[in-house]
């Protein structure tokens, strides 16, 4: 139950098969996504030991919003929040890619309880919310919303947005990527985001304490990675790894070697804890 709804929010997920003692891997996704945007490298995390979620942000996906709670950021950062108090219940290893960086800063900052590692790919953190799209009249905003959703623009996003893949790929990444929208209550939760003003952490950044791995695909032409550069200055406690011949998804363009960039980072840093134990 979440305090914004009187009812249960069913929502959607990719849930392990068996849960550990050690922190998990939570996956969350990037702007009007879902949890399939981890179906390349999920198997992969898996394989390496780790328990493992992939979840829909609130208003993305395909949870069950036949009656549509609020989506805008605070609504989505409580459901989140009370997804892990009934779930996950320990700290996470948070992992943001695009505007899913967004969501995992203003979470952290939040709950810095629930957050033992934050991992940011090709991360959008500093845009200004939505801009000027909070402001469009409701009948202008949904007609947007229409032509998000269509086949064409969401196939030059993905010509945009991809560095180096085939045109089989291509199109598969744009079919999966839409399934979501077909979902009854996708375009009202859009506009309802849109209209609300959307992220704007950057003023949220430097208070991350969280040792963050941040991943920048070297071809990314959605967001420079110059930020990626101003990000690692900003963070307190971070490393960067960039990941050559590469576009702004990374975990779906070079899913083995993302999942390689956080199991050694998860890793090293559980060594580190172990060697400081076995000196004292």
């Given at each position: 139950?979440?305090?914004?709804?009187?009812?249960?929010?069913?929502?959607?997920?990719?849930?392990?098969?068996?849960?550990?003692?050690?922190?998990?891997?939570?996956?969350?996704?990037?702007?009007?996504?879902?949890?399939?945007?981890?179906?390349?490298?999920?198997?992969?995390?898996?394989?390496?030991?780790?328990?493992?979620?992939?979840?829909?942000?609130?208003?993305?996906?395909?949870?069950?919003l036949e009656?549509?709670?609020?989506?805008?950021?605070?609504?989505?950062?409580?459901?989140?929040?009370?997804?892990?108090?009934?779930?996950?219940?320990?700290?996470?290893?948070?992992?943001?890619?695009?505007?899913?960086?967004?969501?995992?800063?203003?979470?952290?900052?939040?709950?810095?309880?629930?957050?033992?590692?934050?991992?940011?790919?090709?991360?959008?953190?500093?845009?200004?919310?939505?801009?000027?799209?909070?402001?469009?009249?409701?009948?202008?905003?949904?007609?947007?919303?229409?032509?998000?959703?269509?086949?064409?623009?969401?196939?030059?996003?993905?010509?945009?947005?991809?560095?180096?893949?085939?045109?089989?790929?291509?199109?598969?990444?744009?079919?999966?990527?839409?399934?979501?929208?077909l979902m009854?209550?996708?375009?009202?939760?859009?506009?309802?985001?849109?209209?609300?003003?959307?992220?704007?952490?950057?003023?949220?950044?430097?208070?991350?304490?969280?040792?963050?791995?941040?991943?920048?695909?070297?071809?990314?032409?959605?967001?420079?990675?110059?930020?990626?550069?101003?990000?690692?200055?900003?963070?307190?406690?971070?490393?960067?790894?960039?990941?050559?011949?590469?576009?702004?998804?990374?975990?779906?363009?070079?899913?083995?070697?993302?999942?390689?960039?956080?199991?050694?980072?998860?890793?090293?840093?559980?060594?580190?804890?172990?060697?400081c134990v076995?000196?004292?």
């Open positions: 139950m979440v305090r914004f709804s009187e009812n249960p929010i069913m929502s959607s997920c990719v849930k392990p098969l068996i849960q550990k003692r050690e922190a998990p891997i939570v996956l969350l996704h990037g702007f009007d996504s879902s949890c399939m945007e981890w179906r390349y490298a999920y198997p992969l995390l898996e394989d390496s030991g780790f328990e493992t979620w992939a979840i829909d942000i609130l208003g993305w996906g395909f949870s069950d009656k549509l709670p609020p989506c805008d950021v605070v609504s989505k950062r409580e459901h989140f929040y009370q997804f892990w108090k009934s779930y996950i219940k320990r700290p996470m290893i948070l992992v943001g890619p695009s505007l899913g960086s967004a969501v995992a800063v203003d979470f952290t900052v939040n709950y810095p309880e629930a957050v033992e590692k934050l991992v940011l790919i090709d991360a959008s953190v500093y845009a200004e919310g939505t801009g000027k799209l909070a402001t469009l009249p409701k009948a202008v905003a949904y007609a947007g919303v229409h032509l998000l959703k269509s086949l064409p623009l969401r196939l030059y996003a993905n010509y945009l947005t991809f560095y180096n893949v085939s045109f089989s790929t291509s199109i598969d990444c744009t079919n999966v990527g839409r399934l979501h929208c009854p209550w996708w375009d009202d939760a859009t506009v309802d985001f849109m209209t609300s003003g959307g992220y704007n952490v950057s003023s949220l950044i430097g208070k991350v304490k969280q040792k963050t791995l941040i991943i920048w695909g070297e071809n990314d032409s959605i967001i420079s990675n110059k930020l990626a550069v101003q990000l690692h200055c900003e963070l307190p406690d971070a490393m960067i790894r960039q990941i050559p011949d590469c576009g702004h998804i990374p975990h779906l363009e070079k899913p083995d070697s993302v999942v390689k960039l956080i199991v050694e980072f998860v890793n090293s840093e559980a060594k580190k804890l172990d060697k076995t000196q004292v």
